[in-house]
């Protein structure tokens, strides 16, 4: 099916702007007409209804993700299928950008207005580390900076599609095979880059303590000419101190990216206990700005509109710079069981 600004899809969803295409489908933003609201769509290309991996992975994600509900992981809301039989996920649209985006524009994040963000998004993981999934594949990309209707910032998880289930569902589904590597190179734990079979939370948290350190120095901690030449080091070297990066970074900031890179996940904090220390971090960090400037960051003044400095050394309102994107990854309870069972038999018996 050909889909264009306008269409309707499943009798309610009119699409209202295509925000990006994959191999698999497109994602686009849509309005449920019925409720009035703006959702983001994601669709699969006709085509994949052929392939039972790639059909199979689609609905396991979403059973996945489905388990778990939480602000800082974006929301399943439907799961139906187009007027062509084409699967269809309806999620939450979310209004603001990647932290990759914000850090290849802005260079290195404010570490306040770090541990603030992600302190959710830890949080989120432990939950999900709880029922069992471990993401496997955190990385700026996949941590999306929402700004909500009331302009506070919220870091949210993007895209479940690697993750692994640690616990036996009654379906008995599985996303990936054990004992591959999996996720994006540089953000690897040293047990995922060996291909470890017992991979737990702590790889997420490693993940974690990648994301913190590239957001703080503009840097990865490790980096190499080559794929296999990047998982010698991340076996076998430790990752150079961010204090060595960057001095002036406080005492607190130091010690939790630090704790989360240890190359031997036993000395690695839970991701319910880094959640803790970057929320203990923040409040230390605030006291400490207030302390030291009596002021406010830039990032205060902003509420969700671009800030600029005038000559008299002001804040100025530029003109909001907004994305609207929409993300496969997180879920909450609101899937029905039963309609997703019969729709993954439906179309593997295919």
Not at 5 to 28: C, K, P, Q
Not at 37 to 59: G, H, N, Y
Not at 304 to 314: A, P
Request: glycine share 10%.
């Amino acid at each position: 099916m050909s889909l264009k600004e306008g269409d309707i899809i499943h009798s309610r969803y009119r699409l209202l702007r295509l925000i990006g295409t994959g191999t698999s489908g497109a994602v686009w933003a849509a309005r449920n007409e019925l409720i009035d609201r703006d959702v983001a769509l994601k669709i699969l290309e006709p085509e994949v209804m052929s392939d039972k991996v790639l059909l199979t992975r689609f609905f396991n994600e979403a059973k996945a993700i489905g388990r778990v509900r939480h602000p800082s992981i974006v929301g399943i809301f439907d799961l139906g299928q187009a007027e062509d039989g084409s699967p269809f996920l309806v999620l939450e649209l979310l209004d603001g950008e990647p932290l990759s985006t914000k850090i290849q524009r802005e260079g290195p994040v404010e570490p306040e207005t770090l541990f603030d963000v992600v302190s959710g998004v830890a949080q989120a993981l432990e939950l999900a580390h709880q029922q069992g999934i471990v993401h496997r594949d955190l990385k700026p990309a996949n941590i999306f900076l929402h700004r909500s209707g009331a302009g506070k910032l919220i870091g949210k998880i993007l895209d479940f599609g690697i993750s692994k289930i640690l616990t036996e569902s009654t379906s008995g589904f599985t996303l990936t095979k054990t004992g591959t590597v999996v996720g994006s190179p540089a953000y690897m734990s040293p047990e995922q880059a060996a291909g470890r079979e017992d991979i737990d939370g702590r790889a997420d948290v490693w993940s974690m303590g990648v994301v913190l350190y590239e957001s703080l120095t503009g840097v990865l901690p490790h980096e190499a000419a080559n794929y296999n030449a990047l998982m010698v080091r991340i076996l076998t070297s430790d990752v150079e101190p961010i204090e060595k990066r960057r001095p002036e970074l406080s005492k607190t900031v130091v010690q939790i990216v630090n704790n989360c890179l240890q190359r031997d996940r036993e000395k690695r904090p839970t991701a319910g206990q880094l959640s803790s220390l970057l929320e203990a971090g923040t409040r230390t960090l605030r006291a400490e700005r207030f302390t030291r400037t009596g002021g406010r960051r830039r990032e205060d003044f902003n509420n969700g509109v671009s800030m600029s400095m005038s000559e008299g050394n002001q804040p100025v309102a530029a003109k909001p710079d907004k994305y609207k994107y929409l993300i496969i990854g997180a879920g909450s309870g609101l899937l029905v069981g039963g309609a997703l069972g019969m729709l993954v038999a439906h179309f593997l018996m295919k």
